[in-house]
C-alpha cells in the first residue's frame, strides 16, 4: 500500500514509526512531515487545504490511503472531498467526515451529542457574542471553579478555568465580546467543574465496530505539579495504574459503546479516531471532551505498546470489517517527555540549533521530533514543542529513567522540559 500521511508533529512522527514497520506498506509519504521522519517515509511539500493538489498528488502516486493526524483537515472537511470526488473515492481515508469531527470541533455541539445519548458529562450551558450579559448573569449562579470553553478549535488553548467569579467575567467578555480566541468564542460553553483523576481512552472505529487502544494519561500544564497555562501536552503514559478492569468496563458500556451507537442512531458515518478525554470523580467516569484524532503527546506512548500491524487494522476500519475487540499490546510502560521552546505557551524564539540527536538511536527509548527542520544541514527548532522521547520497560521506573536519560543528551538554547511526568502515579 502507498499511504499519505498527513500532518508535521509528534503524533504524525510516532505514526510514521509504526506505519514503516508494516508488511502492507510500500511507500509513504508525510505531508509536510518533519526531519525525524524521513527515514520511515519521504517528506512531501503538500497543504492538506489545497484540495486540488491532494487529488493530483494521490492519483500520480497511486495513494492507497490517507491517514489525518491533526483536526483541522478533518473539521474543515477533507473527508467529504475524498469521499464526493469520483477519482478518489476508492482511497481508504481514516478520518470523520466534518460532521463526525464536530464531536472536537464544536464544544456545544458535543455536549449536546452526549445529553441526546445519555453519556456522562458535566453540566453546561452555552452561550453566544450577543449574550454576554447572559453568560455573566448564568455565572453569578454556579460555584466555583468556574470552566469557560471555547465552542470551537482554539489550538489547545481554548479552556480556561478560574477560581475567582470576577476573573471569570472578565473572561467571558474577553471570550465573546473581545473575540480573545477568534471565531472559536463566538460561542462559549460554560461547564460545571469536574474533580479527580484524568486519563485518556482511544478507539479506532468504522461506525459500528471498534478497536480499544491502551489507555494513556497526559500532562497539560506547563509547570510542574501540573501548574501554570495549559499547553498541547508535556508529557504521557500508559498504561495508568488507576484504571482497573471495572473502571474499564465502566468506560466501554457507559461511554464507548454508547457513543458508537449515537453516531449510528444520529446517521453520522464515522471512520477513524475517537479520543475520549475522561475524568475518574466520585460519580464515576464522565466525559471531558472528544477529539476526532488521536492525542498528542499519548500517541507516542500508545502506538509503541501496540504489538498489532496498525495498518492491518487501519485497513479493517476503512473496509468496515471491524469486529469489536482490544488491539494486542505489550505490557510495557511507556513514557514520553517533551521537550520545549524557552517561553512556550507564549512567546518564544525559532531556528535555534539542536544537538545531540544523531546519537541516539536505541529500541527501548525513541526520539519522536515535532517543531524540528533542517536548515543549512543543520537541525533547528521549528514550534513551541520540539521533540520528545519516549522510554519503554516493564519496570515503570525504568522507563522514566531510560526517557529523561536520553532527553538529557539532547541540547538547544532555552529548552525547558518537566522533570515530575509520572510522579502523581508514584513513579519517581
Not at 510500500?26 to 526531519?35: S, T, V
Not at 441526546?116 to 453540566?123: G, K, L, M, Q, Y
Not at 498504561?239 to 482497573?244: A, G, L, R, S
Amino acid at each position: 500500500m502507498n499511504v499519505l500521511l498527513f500532518g508535521s508533529g509528534g503524533r504524525e512522527s510516532a505514526f510514521a514509526w509504526k506505519i514503516a514497520q508494516s508488511q502492507l506498506l510500500d511507500e509513504l509519504y508525510i505531508a509536510p512531515g518533519n526531519p525525524g521522519v524521513v527515514e520511515y517515509g519521504k517528506c512531501v511539500d503538500l497543504k492538506w487545504n489545497n484540495f486540488n493538489h491532494v487529488k493530483d498528488f494521490c492519483l500520480n502516486k497511486y495513494i492507497d490511503m490517507v491517514i489525518v493526524g491533526p483536526e483541522d483537515p478533518l473539521v474543515n472537511g477533507l473527508a467529504d472531498y475524498f469521499s464526493n470526488t469520483q477519482a478518489l473515492s476508492h482511497i481508504y481515508f481514516i478520518g470523520p467526515k466534518k460532521v463526525g469531527a464536530q464531536l472536537e470541533g464544536s464544544k456545544d455541539f458535543s455536549k449536546r451529542f452526549m445529553a441526546r445519548h445519555e453519556i456522562p458529562t458535566a453540566s453546561y450551558k452555552t452561550f453566544r457574542k450577543d449574550q454576554v450579559q447572559e453568560a455573566v448573569d448564568y455565572l453569578k449562579t454556579v460555584e466555583a471553579p468556574y470552566v469557560l470553553k471555547a465552542d470551537g478549535l482554539a489550538g489547545g488553548k481554548g479552556v480556561v478555568i478560574h477560581e475567582d467569579l470576577n476573573d471569570a467575567i472578565i473572561e467571558i467578555k474577553e471570550m465573546l465580546a473581545d473575540e480573545k480566541f477568534g471565531e472559536a468564542s463566538s460561542q462559549v460553553v460554560i461547564e460545571e467543574f469536574l474533580e479527580g483523576m484524568e486519563f485518556s481512552i482511544f478507539v479506532l472505529t468504522d461506525g459500528n465496530g471498534y478497536f480499544l487502544l491502551p489507555e494513556a494519561k497526559d500532562y497539560k500544564r506547563i509547570n510542574e505539579g501540573d501548574k501554570g497555562l495549559n499547553t498541547g501536552g508535556m508529557g504521557a503514559i500508559s498504561p495508568v495504574p488507576f484504571i482497573t478492569k471495572s473502571i474499564f468496563e465502566e468506560v466501554k458500556q457507559n461511554i464507548i459503546e454508547p457513543t458508537i451507537k449515537g453516531l449510528s442512531v444520529d446517521k453520522i458515518e464515522y471512520v477513524g479516531f475517537i479520543f475520549f478525554g475522561l475524568i475518574l470523580t466520585k460519580k464515576g467516569v464522565q466525559v471531558i471532551e472528544y477529539n476526532c484524532r488521536m492525542g498528542d503527546p499519548e500517541t507516542e506512548a500508545v502506538l509503541p505498546r501496540v504489538e498489532e500491524d496498525i495498518l492491518m487494522v487501519m485497513k479493517e476500519s476503512a473496509t468496515k470489517t471491524i469486529i469489536s475487540r482490544t488491539l494486542k499490546v505489550n505490557k510495557q510502560t511507556a513514557l514520553t517527555v517533551m521537550k520545549v521552546s524557552g517561553g512556550y505557551p507564549e512567546k518564544y524564539s525559532k531556528g535555534i540549533i539542536i544537538n545531540g540527536i544523531e546519537k541516539n538511536r536505541n529500541d527501548d527509548c525513541i526520539v519522536f521530533q515535532a517543531g524540528t527542520k533542517m536548515e543549512d544541514n543543520k537541525l533547528i527548532t521549528n514550534g513551541g514543542r520540539v521533540l520528545c522521547v519516549t522510554g519503554l520497560d516493564i519496570d515503570p521506573l525504568n522507563a522514566r529513567k531510560k526517557a529523561y536519560a536520553l532527553l538529557q543528551t539532547i541540547k538547544f538554547k532555552g529548552e525547558y522540559s518537566r522533570h515530575d511526568i509520572g510522579n502523581d502515579l508514584g513513579i519517581k
